[in-house]
């Protein structure tokens, strides 16, 4: 079955850096779009970041442009998010989640849902 | 502020039904497919809904959603004790070019 397993959180300091990983077993990882959904507390849901199949294609949320990357090693199905200049408000449980899509033509494609999600990491932010 | 505006709170008896509201833009609920979300205290997220109205294979048929325009709209029949969560509706932005998540709505069965 799917399973998505993140690692990496824990306490940094503000201006500091953490690097997120999500191991992906049970599917096809490669042919897989994924993405970083983050909930702080008390808050709502918040797409953060998402890569395509291949790691060509990547977008970001404002929020953390120019501060977090997404990157994928599919050799290796696992997922990265690597967090630098942290702040406060990057307090959070971190989720990955694999895109629901299919494959055709030899091209991958998301069809804008998220079907499995790992079981989240806590990142807190705290001087 | 969520770019998809939900209402922070819905309850009902067992056995009836709630109806939880998603509003959006032409840029987003308008021109893509919406997704309903289920988050029970201390689990992960979970897919109800996709494009639209289809339910993933285990979701049972008391959850249904619909869409109309710019809005999207989330049904809970039967309601259940095991129906207490968040629902958050989600779907992608082309202005944005990001995907967007409603504010979540609480659902308490009384």
């Known amino acids: 079955q799917v399973q998505l397993v993140e690692s990496g959180g824990g306490l940094v300091k503000p201006g500091g850096s953490l690097r997120l990983s999500c191991a992906a077993s049970?599917?096809?990882?490669?042919?897989?779009?994924m993405s970083w959904i983050r909930q702080a507390p008390g808050k709502g849901l918040e797409w953060i970041s998402y890569?395509?199949?291949?790691?060509?294609?990547?977008y970001n949320a404002d929020s953390v442009k120019g501060r977090f990357t997404i990157s994928r090693d599919n050799a290796k199905n696992s997922l990265y998010l690597q967090m630098d200049s942290l702040r406060d408000e990057d307090t959070a449980v971190y989720y990955c989640a694999r895109e629901g899509g299919y494959c055709s033509g030899g091209r991958c494609y998301s069809e804008g849902y998220f079907d499995y999600w790992g079981q989240g990491i806590l990142v807190t932010v705290s001087s | 502020q969520s770019v998809l505006t939900q209402p922070p709170s819905v309850s009902a008896a067992p056995g009836q039904t709630v109806t939880i509201s998603c509003s959006g833009s032409?840029?987003?609920?308008?021109?893509?497919?919406v997704s309903w979300y289920q988050r029970l205290p201390g689990t992960a997220p979970k897919l109800l809904i996709y494009d639209n109205n289809k339910r993933p294979s285990g979701i049972p048929d008391r959850f249904s959603a619909s869409k109309s325009g710019t809005s999207a709209t989330l049904g809970i029949t039967g309601l259940q004790t095991g129906d207490e969560a968040d629902y958050y509706c989600?779907?992608?932005?082309?202005?944005?070019?990001?995907?967007?998540f409603g504010g979540g709505t609480k659902v308490t069965v009384l």
């Open positions: 890569i395509d199949s291949s790691g060509t294609k990547i």
């Open positions: 049970g599917f096809t990882f490669s042919d897989y779009y």
């Open positions: 989600g779907t992608w932005d082309n202005i944005l070019t990001a995907y967007v």
């Open positions: 032409s840029s987003n609920i308008g021109d893509s497919f």
